[in-house]
């Protein structure tokens, strides 16, 4: 493996959710960099549909997280209500574990953390133009890469964006223009704590041979090792 590959699949690899940050800033230059990493990303047409809100107003981030902490203790309480959060954490053996882990859920407060970072991103996407969910999509996956380069951390959050009630508040909050969506927002930070990575399902059960079903590779894969 060369050392450009090396390197890029390190980053790869460092990239987590990160949901704690510490006081410290982020430059100037490091927010162009992952702003301009952005821009860079490809798009249908190349019709480059995006655009960006730079929030690093402590009000304005404050907004940001209630408006968070309401879709997601609204979207996590009917969830524990339908069952599925049980079936979810049916293998968490501990039951307090498993008491915090539904409270911080149906709270909301899951997603109350943008208030601590220094900087959030609103994605915009443009309506009319097709491929904006996937576009905006590789935009942000930019951003997400070259924040672990520069030895920061983020976090992806679209749960202010899934409810069009949320979304209006937002939009009239911030003078988001009608013709443009909300798709998502990027918390950015110096990392406070950083989790373990997530179990991955391996990439023998994920890949299969000319059709779903036949599995590409026939024994488990070596993870890649750096």
Known sequence: MKEETKTFFKVILDRLSIRKYTNEKISEEDLMLILESGRQAPSGENAQPWRFIVV???????????????????????????????KRFEGLQDPEKR???????TSGNVSAFVSEADINIIVLGKKDVWDAPFDT?????????TVTSLGLGACWLVAP??????????????KVPEEFKIFAIISIGVPAKISKPRPRIPLHELTFKEEYG???YSTPCEEVKL
């Open 56 to 86: 690093r107003d402590q009000k304005n981030k404050e907004f940001l997280s209630y408006i968070g902490k309401n879709a997601s203790g609204r979207r996590f309480t009917g969830e524990f209500l339908s069952q599925q959060m049980q």
């Open 99 to 105: 008491k915090n882990a539904f409270i911080k859920l």
């Open 137 to 145: 999509s590789a935009v942000i996956e930019n951003m997400l890469l």
């Open 161 to 174: 964006c899934i409810d069009v009630r949320d979304e209006m508040k937002m939009k009239e909050h911030f």
């Open 214 to 216: 036949p599995p590409y």
